[in-house]
């Protein structure tokens, strides 16, 4: 017997050796500790220090990723167009209505 089937058998509440292993008693819960107030002066200050660790683009680099998602989204908006008109003449000229 391995050391993994012996371990599984001791989840299972039994002994190595076949005979029922002693239970476990659980431990007490534990209590949550206690929560903070919440302080609106202490939540903004540490908003700003954090807002004081961000890497904030500079100009270019807005004006780069601008121009990128305008153009991704104009391009997906022509080829969902596209691809519902077709859909669209298709299911007009299946069905001839």
Known sequence: MNREQKRMMQRQGQDPEGEAAPKRTAAPPRRPPKREPFRPGQFLREV??????????????????????????????????????????????????
């Open 48 to 97: 700003r220090s954090e807002l004081r660790q961000v890497a904030w683009p500079n100009r270019s680099e807005v004006i780069n990723y601008t121009t990128v998602t305008l153009v991704t989204l104009l391009s997906l908006m022509v080829l969902i167009f596209i691809l519902n008109y077709a859909f669209a003449k298709g299911v007009l000229w299946l069905f001839k209505t």
